[in-house]
């Protein structure tokens, strides 16, 4: 090559060092799947001696991915890619321009006998056939009429040589997305209770960021097979604006709802106090009486002789089904106790718990009686709310990677050249070519190319 | 269930192909090559069958799904990408001296699905967040790309068995065959893996609201894609052949194993494939 090349430039072309900086990647992303990472890594730091692990963890081992090292590998590796594109391009920019000729003499230098034939036909009409085939298979072909002989050649797959280059750039194109996804994208979360609105959301840390809009969960749904695994998780979402709905969205696992450029996904659910339980109370001689109660709140009891607070509705309370617990207040007496759905068959599956857990009574205060009669449960639904401008850009990367790397691996570039010679009274024809790439591919073609120019000219001769 | 009859079944045809594969090597006798391609092939259709059947069974269970949603079924899918990317690769090439090295491989996979402790061979319904379009595509091109690089390795240790013992060279392909069948099936298996890695980084975007988050998975899958990219570049630019090669596509392989398999003894969002 004409142009001089300085140390520095040719260190950083290299495919010895392109190796090397990957193979140093795949050891630090070895390393961080062993040593604990991030959250992960606090429990370790509370085995190991105190001064070592704060050592370990300035020099950032529990956050290898996000660390100075593993940046400055990515920068290296970008720096590497591009030296070396740019180093090689115009080679393959200048093979991609040239022409092959028909005349080289070049090519038929050693060749194998087995790369020609021999056959009874005339050289005009052999060379007619052998076009005709030739511009059939590659479209293009140039004929070269000389003294020699008649010659014929043609070129395939050029364009994947630039295969290569397509790769690096959507390699550089990924880390450049994964940069500004790491430099801008929020990941935040907010739990919200059925019936609810949320304004704000809360980053990992904790700190509070507001939404230009505000979300309202109107349903959490849960549901599960028969085996007991779960089989929905799923909130309707309402965006509000200004107080008034402008969207809504059935958010489940897997499908994410988008507002404007928030993704909002499904992440989590749970239990959310103010629950709805319907209640019965009786007492000898006087029709029970049916109230709505919810936790946090008193009621006064049938008759005015008093007031009970239910302190918890649960749907799975200390593992005995639907419960509630309340305390009931006349003058001085208080007691506290519980009231379950199914206080019959834990009566029959305990026998004797009454007596020995007088709080499991449901008519401890006498002369009442309580029992559940239904729970209505409250949820809330938790959000993870995340916005990454760098997603499209990697979405855009990925497709050429996935392109560039059928350029290179699924076609070849190839020239082919075809001689046709006056030899004793028939044609010789022979088969040549040259690949930069793939020398078995283009073998296979050629025994393939000489196999059907054979039985081409021979069929009809 | 009928479909894991018969996947039981197919365990033991793939056992007896393996069997006839090796006198056709050791007696280098091609008849008993025929019958081993014949068998391997009845295997392949009765898979085919088992995973129809077993499909269309959760469908009639009312949690109809591809049958790629549990550690049983993956096992069971990666034994099929096997056969069916070996039996291609053996009527394209006309030549059946790979089989030794690979039957065995898919013969052991049937066998731990089939007798393994712990394993559950039920039809179970899709929790939410397996509820997607891109499991099917994710766990397709996954597996092809393992499959691919499983033949790859099985073509490396051939090529160290027959450089090292110099057994059986008569009915083994040339060195120079068996280094370009390595090279293209770690090809296809690269060009697999990354759409893999693709989908499901697309899959996670949708299921966990992040395209990557270094889950040992998906760190896993990426120091796998590394090494297979190592080795391609090392042959294309560096013109590593032979047993380079052989060494490299063993390694990429122990990957493989330790993506697909390793990874479970870490924690990780992918924990529902145990």
Known sequence: MSRKKSGIWSFFSSVQLAIVLLSLIAFF???????????????????????????????????????????????????????????????????????????????????????????????????????????????????????????????????????VYLVHLSILILIAGALIGSFFD???????????????????????????????????????????????FQSDLTFLKEGRPVHAGELRVNHPVEFEGFRFYQASYGAAPGGKATLAISRPGVRPEVMNVAAGYTFDLPGGKGTFEVLKVEQNLMNMGPGLRLVVRSGKREEVFFVFRHIDQIKEMNPGIIEQVPMFNPGLFRPYTFSLMGLEEKYFTGLQVRKDPGTPVLAFAAVLLVGGLMLILLTYTRSVWVRLKSKDDGVEVAVAGRSYTNKAGLEKELKYLLAELKDNLERSA | MINTTILGWVTFIYFAAFVFYLFRMVLAREFWGGVAAWIARAGLVAHTAGLIIRWKTSYDLGIGHAPMSNFYESLVFFAWTIAFLYLLMEWRLKNRSIGVFVMPIAFLIMAYASIAPGINQRIEPLIPALQSNWLTSHVLTCFMGYAAFTVAFALGIMFLARSVAGIFVRVLPTEYQMDELMYSSAVLGFIFLTLGIVTGS???????????????????????????????????????????????????????LFTYLGVNLLPSLHSYMV
């Open chain 2, 202 to 256: 697309v899959w996670a975007h949708y299921a966990w609201g992040s395209y990557w988050s270094w889950d040992p998975k998906e760190t896993w899958s990426l120091i796998t894609w590394i090494v297979y990219a190592v080795m391609l570049h090392a042959r294309l630019v560096r013109g590593w052949r032979g047993k380079r090669m052989a060494w490299m596509s063993i390694i990429g392989f122990g990957c493989v």
């Open chain 1, 29 to 163: 992303a070895l390393v961080g799947t062993i040593v604990p990472q991030r959250e992960a890594a606090v429990e370790l730091g509370a085995r190991i001696w105190p001064g070592l692990f704060s050592f370990l963890q300035k020099i950032q081992i529990f956050d290898l991915y996000h660390s100075v090292w593993f940046f400055l590998l990515m920068v290296l590796l970008s720096v590497n890619l591009i030296i070396c594109s740019l180093d090689r391009f115009p080679l393959a920019w200048r093979r991609f321009r040239t022409q092959p000729s028909p005349w080289s003499e070049e090519v038929w230098k050693n060749i194998s006998p087995n790369d020609k034939f021999q056959t009874k036909a005339d050289l005009q009409q052999a060379a007619d056939k052998a076009e005709r085939l030739f511009k059939k298979k590659y479209r293009t072909g140039i004929r070269g009429d000389a003294s020699g002989g008649i010659y014929l050649c043609a070129r395939k797959g050029r364009f994947s040589l630039f295969g």
């Open chain 1, 186 to 232: 929020m990941e935040a979360f907010v739990n919200i209770t059925e019936g609810e609105t949320a304004e704000a959301v809360f980053m990992r840390g904790g700190e509070r960021m507001e939404l230009p809009f505000s979300v309202r969960c109107d349903k959490f749904t849960l549901e599960f097979y028969e085996n007991g695994a779960p089989k929905i």
